[in-house]
């Protein structure tokens, strides 16, 4: 059980005060996944339109100076109940786990003049009645952000220079599928280094070397972790020569000095080189990825391949509006453990429900296809069930869960199919600070899980925050 249940709960009445506060101005902006995406400049002078003022905005905008120097206050407070009947498919742990995610985020944005800028966030983490209580489930408090911002004075427009951020730092790149925020566990990811960006036109362009944060449960206790490098260019195309369509285009470095994967443990070095396709046209949608691997895995080496598709169809039925969508997701295994070679894809820093909330299964050496259907009866609320159908790309690699770990005592089992997961989602954005999230996924598991102790396993989760 956690150490602080009384202090959570306590928490959880202080979040449910909130949700009842004044409702939010319409017209505002919506509220970034990324909060120092955020511009509260609309703010300045006389303020804001008296039809689109929130009762927070004496804090977004506090000017010390110029238009252009001033401070941005803003938080996010969320409670998320989640249970599984048999965490990890009911290999090796606990039968049962229930328990009450806890998180409060506070940041502080100042900005000083065109070309200067620090952002800091503080995070509490806790995670009442969990089994086992640590990252990324509790981190009683750090620093969830720490970073400067300088604009390069190449141009006499700072808008339009390319800016330095060192510090620790959020990043999330195109679909997510290998740089996430991971936002669905209690403690989101960030990343300890330097990240130089710019834009020119329409284009996009990132690059950057970084460290990603090692968690630890205690208070200020979190660094860089020092057995991992993640370092790469992204840059994004927003219109190209792909009709209807952005592209995106990158290269990925990775080091990790304790890898493990079925074949054993040993220094990864990893590099990835990929391409993104997204857009629509008409009714359709679509956001398509692929991208090779290569390096070294100890003595070996490395060769691997990803591909990730995401196809919709929208129409409306009795003035609801509903997608029918199907994703489809394959990631190399390795055929073969004595061959010399790793080929086992790895996802890098995905989002953990990368399939689904549940969070069980990651793309490594996996074979996916997933029929969904999404109902929307209102702008604000959305309704989706999905049906995924998971194979293993080669019966020589193991069953990896979400997180890239092998599942013990899959690895060179007989039969490719994983099993099913059947998933039931909402979503209610109440307004513009309050959201709701709740869902059940039901897992019914093949023979290769069963046979290395996993049995069927149901999800539940209810999830509700308030931003400002």
Do not use: C
């Amino acid at each position: 059980m956690a150490r602080h249940p009384a202090l959570a709960l306590a928490l959880f009445a202080v979040s449910a005060n909130a949700l009842a506060q004044a409702p939010a101005a319409a017209g505002a902006p919506a509220y970034k996944p990324l909060r120092y995406d955020e511009d509260y400049r609309y703010l300045q002078g006389a303020g804001a339109d008296a039809t689109r003022r929130d009762p927070w905005d004496p804090i977004k905008y506090i000017p010390l100076g110029g238009p252009d120097t001033y401070l941005s206050l803003g938080g996010e407070i969320r409670e998320r109940f989640e249970h599984y009947s048999a965490p990890n498919f009911g290999t090796p742990g606990p039968d049962a786990d229930g328990y009450l995610l806890h998180r409060i985020l506070l940041h502080a944005d100042l900005h000083a003049g065109e070309r200067l800028r620090a952002f800091v966030q503080l995070g509490n983490h806790l995670a009442a009645g969990k089994d086992v209580a640590m990252p990324p489930y509790e981190d009683r408090l750090d620093l969830q952000q720490a970073f400067v911002d300088a604009r390069l004075p190449l141009s006499g427009n700072a808008a339009a220079d390319p800016s330095v951020r060192v510090g620790r730092q959020e990043m999330a790149f195109g679909s997510q599928r290998l740089v996430s925020v991971r936002d669905a566990p209690n403690v989101r990811r960030a990343f300890d280094g330097v990240r130089l960006g710019g834009q020119a036109s329409d284009v996009r362009i990132d690059a950057f070397a970084t460290r990603p944060v090692l968690l630890k449960a205690g208070n200020f206790d979190d660094h860089p972790n020092h057995a991992q490098g993640f370092w790469g260019v992204y840059t994004t195309f927003p219109r190209s020569f792909v009709p209807a369509s952005g592209v995106d285009l990158y290269y990925l470095g990775f080091e990790n000095s304790r890898a493990l994967y079925s074949v054993g443990a040993g220094v990864e070095r990893r590099h990835s080189v990929g391409g993104r396709i997204f857009g629509g046209q008409g009714r359709w949608d679509w956001d398509w990825e692929a991208l090779a691997q290569f390096g070294s895995f100890g003595r070996q080496d490395l060769r691997a391949w990803g591909v990730s598709t995401d196809t919709g169809y929208g129409f409306a039925v009795a003035g609801w509006n509903v997608r029918a969508g199907v994703k489809a997701t394959a990631g190399s295994g390795d055929k073969d453990p004595a061959d010399g070679r790793l080929g086992t894809y790895g996802g890098l820093f995905p989002k953990l429900a990368y399939f689904n909330q549940a969070g069980l299964v990651g793309a490594s050496n996996v074979l996916d296809l997933q029929p969904s259907l999404t109902l929307r009866p209102t702008a604000s609320l959305r309704l989706t069930v999905s049906w995924d159908f998971i194979w293993r790309q080669t019966t020589g690699d193991a069953v990896y869960t979400a997180a890239a770990v092998p599942i013990a005592g899959t690895a060179g089992r007989p039969g490719r199919y994983t099993g099913s997961q059947l998933a039931f989602d909402v979503f209610w954005q109440v307004d513009r600070h309050v959201t709701v999230n709740a869902g059940l996924v039901h897992v019914e598991v093949a023979p290769v899980l069963r046979t290395a102790g996993g049995r069927n396993t149901n999800f539940t989760y209810l999830s509700a925050a308030y931003t400002f």
